[in-house]
């Protein structure tokens, strides 16, 4: 049997709500998870395309964050809403979505804006808390 056509891994680090780099699942929901297992199934697409529960994939800024293998692609900000076509459009068509894609000049780039954006929103919430306590 082949190698996978696609691997998906999708992060499921869960860290408190407050930590300066965010989370991809603070509540341990893993429903990100469950909608990609349910869309392959529903699509009869296994066993070559897989999604995995992952630990932290490093962008967590930008997160919930998946990335597809051999392919490389990150996605950014994925709610479970966006599973059916990232599934269709990128799994089965090839296509990239570009408001959902994390690109080269951003992996692991802590000054990006959009991390830098994101971390600032953190540190304005964690203040919020601490005075409102
Ligand atoms: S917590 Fe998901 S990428 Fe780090």
Do not use: W
Request: charged share 25%; proline share 7%.
């Amino acid at each position: 049997m082949p190698a996978f056509t696609h691997h998906i891994f999708i992060c499921g680090n869960q860290r408190a709500c407050d930590h300066p780099r965010g989370s991809c699942d603070p509540e341990g929901s893993n429903k990100l998870r469950e909608a990609f297992k349910n869309e392959i199934k529903t699509r009869k697409l296994g066993p070559l395309v897989r999604a995995n529960g992952a630990g932290c994939l490093e962008q967590c800024e930008l997160g919930p964050v998946i990335a597809i293998y051999p392919q490389g692609i990150f996605y950014g900000n994925v709610q479970p809403t966006d599973v059916s076509r990232i599934v269709e459009q990128t799994v089965q068509q090839g296509v990239i979505l570009e408001d959902l894609l994390i690109g080269e000049d951003e992996l692991n780039n802590p000054t990006t804006p959009r991390v830098v954006e994101r971390r600032q929103q953190i540190q304005a919430a964690k203040q919020a808390k601490q005075q409102q306590s």
